[in-house]
Nanobody, 126 residues
Framework: QVQLVESGGGSVQAGGSLRLSCAASGYVGNYACMAWFRQAPGKEREGVASIDIHGTTTYTDSVKGRFTISRDNAPNTITLQMNSLKPEDTAMYYC????????????????????WGQGTQVTVSS
């Protein structure tokens, strides 16, 4: 059974940093694409950052220069380093993964993923 488990969320003041991790299990092989999404109360889930098996990354404009997505040495494990956090970054952050053979042309669209985790809360206070 495929399972994605996020960790590392918490509360921090504006300007602070957090590091999220996602460990995927139950899948034989490497996920072609993995990504972080977030959902704030009353808003739709949005793509934050993605990374493919070759290390190619994509970021939404609002986090460019502040967030970094990376793959760990452990198989199917990714992290999201979040610096210079802002109150508008407050949301539930979800890890998502694609088991298809290659990434789609829209790596920040939920349609590009077929597995996701339960989420970890990030709260940034002003």
């Amino acid at each position: 059974q495929v399972q994605l488990v996020e960790s590392g969320g918490g509360s921090v003041q504006a300007g602070g940093s957090l590091r999220l991790s996602c460990a995927a299990s139950g899948y034989v092989g490497n996920y072609a694409c993995m990504a972080w999404f977030r959902q704030a109360p009353g808003k739709e889930r949005e793509g934050v950052a993605s990374i493919d098996i070759h290390g190619t990354t994509t970021y939404t404009d609002s986090v460019k220069g502040r967030f970094t997505i990376s793959r760990d040495n452990a198989p199917n494990t990714i992290t999201l380093q979040m610096n210079s956090l802002k109150p508008e970054d407050t949301a539930m952050y979800y890890c998502e993964a694609s088991s298809w053979t290659r990434c789609t042309a829209v790596p920040l669209s939920r349609l590009s993923y077929n597995y996701w985790g339960q989420g970890t809360q990030v709260t940034v206070s002003s």
